[in-house]
């Protein structure tokens, strides 16, 4: 039995800099296991390239585990490629067969402009964690765990929103470039737990509003969810939808009672 495929067709996006109008080039990769991972394929090539002479392929990447969110490949049009609830770096060649040809771009949004290659920009997805991704807390020792009592249901839903990894899947699937899944999980991980109430309002309020200054709105596709590595739920948008609209009436009395 083999483990191994052959003669693996690569159309790959190649882009000098954010300047260059970019084309796709072919590569042919060979004895590629079927055990690898995407990543891994792109090294084999990368090392081809190399050794003759050519420029190595530019891919983000870091952890490799499905953890960090860094990897981000469109693959055969499908952000994360074929494989639902996986990312790139924990997609594998056995979703593949040998002789298939596989097209790999970078993630297409207008919020995210391509650095070189398969790289992009994804820094507006900071720019909406600055605005209100943290809670205020006296610095000093942990306190235990079990001091805040908070529902089973609140935590698990709090603990699944908080399964984002900001890869930005969501934004290259949509077909407004919306980030309204990511800022809505990031959002509610917090405004869902009692850590995160005294800032409840103007969280929702700045990280909606700065959503809204880089990125494309919401038309509900739900395309979001389904290129999510990690399946987090359009609900969570309905949820921030709501947080944000009680906002707007709460944070205006809080400061006409100043
Ligand atoms: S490299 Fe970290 S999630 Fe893929």
Not at 13 to 41: C, H, K, M, T
Not at 48 to 66: K, M, N, Y
Not at 117 to 143: N, Y
Request: glycine share 8%; hydrophobic share 40%.
């Amino acid at each position: 039995m083999s483990n191994h495929l052959q003669n693996l067709n690569l159309k790959i996006w190649r882009q000098d800099g954010p300047a260059d109008s970019g084309r796709f080039e072919s590569y042919l990769v060979g004895s590629i296991s079927d055990e690898a991972s995407f990543l891994e394929l792109l090294d084999v090539l990368n090392e081809q390239l190399i050794g003759e002479g050519q420029d190595a392929i530019a891919f983000d990447h870091d952890c490799r585990e499905g953890i960090c969110g860094t990897c981000s490949l469109m693959i055969d049009g499908q952000a994360h490629g074929p494989q639902r609830g996986t990312a790139t770096c924990q997609l594998h060649m056995r979703k593949f067969a040998s002789g298939d040809t596989i097209v790999v771009e970078p993630w297409r949004a207008t919020a995210f402009p391509i650095l070189k290659d398969l790289m992009v920009d994804r820094s507006p997805l900071d720019r909406i964690v600055e605005a209100g991704g943290f809670i205020t807390a006296a610095t000093g020792g942990a306190p235990d765990a079990n001091i805040i009592p908070i529902p089973k249901p609140v935590a698990d839903a709090a603990m699944d929103a908080a399964e984002c990894i900001g890869c930005g899947a969501c934004v290259a699937a949509c077909p407004n470039g919306a980030a309204n899944l990511f800022t809505a999980a990031k959002v509610s991980h917090l405004n869902l737990l009692p850590q995160g109430q005294a800032e409840r309002w103007s969280r929702v309020e700045a990280m909606v509003e700065t959503m809204d200054e880089y990125f494309g709105s919401c038309t509900n596709h739900g395309e979001c969810e389904a290129a999510c590595p990690k399946s987090i739920s359009i609900d969570f948008i309905a949820m921030m939808h709501k947080d944000f609209r009680r906002a707007k009436v709460k944070n205006r009395t809080l400061i006409s009672q100043i």
